[in-house]
């Protein structure tokens, strides 16, 4: 938890280096019992940027990981919008690389993530994150349909390419998983199409 | 985790006791990481039973609340739908008293909840948990929005009203809020109308 957790005010800011990626404080609400929040509130947040479109299809998967320390997850971009966010007393260190191609191919944003922070992150957009905490529960809503045999279709940039200028916390040690050990470097990243995404 | 906690296979059951309740097997993957879960996935849910009702006005709240060992929250009956899950390695017994005019008025359906399991619950349905592990989180989807001025219109029943028949743990000694304490017993509750669901 970060020293600024609980209560406060609803809001959401763009991230100037990622076109469309957007930033929102959560107010969490504290009492004897633990506390609550609403996590995604339609109705509240559309107006503070959460775009509509994420609703045209109909579509809606709500994902759940569980992570041990030192746990990194990354870099993916699929096909399909994701709005992230940590739904217990952990924290990560999130990150994203633009694979989109244009202006902004290339370019990071990284932030700590507690459950006092949203993050909507547009499709081509690749995602990724540290587990800084003991463990984290980490849950977000996208929508489309991930499959097995279309992740060949998926763009993936290597954690652990230093062009990006991603600071990971001992990146030597941190436990991966094969496929991403094997993501291409971002030089070598063919940038996604508006016809891809 | 209960023993069968990975690799369930994805499926639905109607719980005969309250109509239109279903309990979801949700497929857990483990890994060196921790583990993964497609926590909701509407096109594979709705073939099991999950009601394409949930998503007819378009309205979509995530609720996630962290809570200590012992607390007990509910049971509270709002006009609208919740899918319940648990996020993280904890696990809650879940609770529910329809409170719905008709034959299953009165009726209660209980269980332990991990994260390989789903609940959908509809409207009407009085809805509580006590946490069994040293925290859980606890994270669900409804289909309309909460106010604090409309509380006065949902309904609830008093989790420690001996007529329900409900087995919590040391309940004595539970963690509630002040509000919970205070909910009427379950011959005073005025059961809902459709109209007013
Ligand atoms: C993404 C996804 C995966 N899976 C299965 C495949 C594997 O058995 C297991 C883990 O899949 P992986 O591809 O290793 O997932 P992971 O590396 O954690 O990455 C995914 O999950 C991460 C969070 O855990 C996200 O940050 C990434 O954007 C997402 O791609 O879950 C599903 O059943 N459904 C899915 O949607
Ligand atoms: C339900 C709800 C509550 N709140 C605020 C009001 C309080 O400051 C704080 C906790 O609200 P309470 O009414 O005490 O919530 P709680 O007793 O935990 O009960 C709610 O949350 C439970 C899970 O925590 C659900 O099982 C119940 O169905 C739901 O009614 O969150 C919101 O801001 N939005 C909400 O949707």
Redesign the pocket.
């Known amino acids: 938890m970060s020293d600024n957790f609980f209560e406060k005010a609803l809001a959401g800011r763009m991230i100037d280096a990622i076109p469309g990626m957007i930033e929102f404080d959560i107010p969490v609400h504290g009492d004897n019992r633990g506390w609550f929040k609403e996590n995604f509130q339609k109705e509240k947040m559309l107006p503070l940027g959460f775009p509509e479109s994420f609703f045209k299809e109909n579509k809606l ?1 709500n ?1 759940v ?1 569980l ?1 041990r320390k030192g746990v990194l ?2 870099l ?1 971009a ?1 096909p399909w919008d ?1 709005y ?1 966010s940590v739904a217990d007393n952990g924290r990560v260190l999130g990150s994203w690389v633009d694979l989109r191609e244009g202006a902004s191919f290339g370019h990071v944003y990284q932030t700590v993530i507690d459950a006092s922070k949203g993050i909507y992150v547009p499709r081509g957009v690749a ?3 540290q587990v800084l905490s003991d463990t984290v529960s ?1 849950s ?1 809503l ?1 929508n489309d ?2 499959a ?1 045999d279309l ?1 060949p279709k ?1 763009a993936f940039v290597n954690y652990a390419d230093p062009a990006l200028g991603i600071e990971w916390d001992d990146v030597e040690n941190a436990e991966v ?1 094969e ?2 050990k094997n993501h291409p470097l971002l030089k070598d990243v063919v940038p996604l199409t508006k016809a891809q995404l």
């Open positions: 998967q994902n990981s992570s997850r990354g993916h699929e994701k992230i995602n990724g994150f980490y977000y996208v349909y991930w097995l992740k998926y998983s496929a991403d």
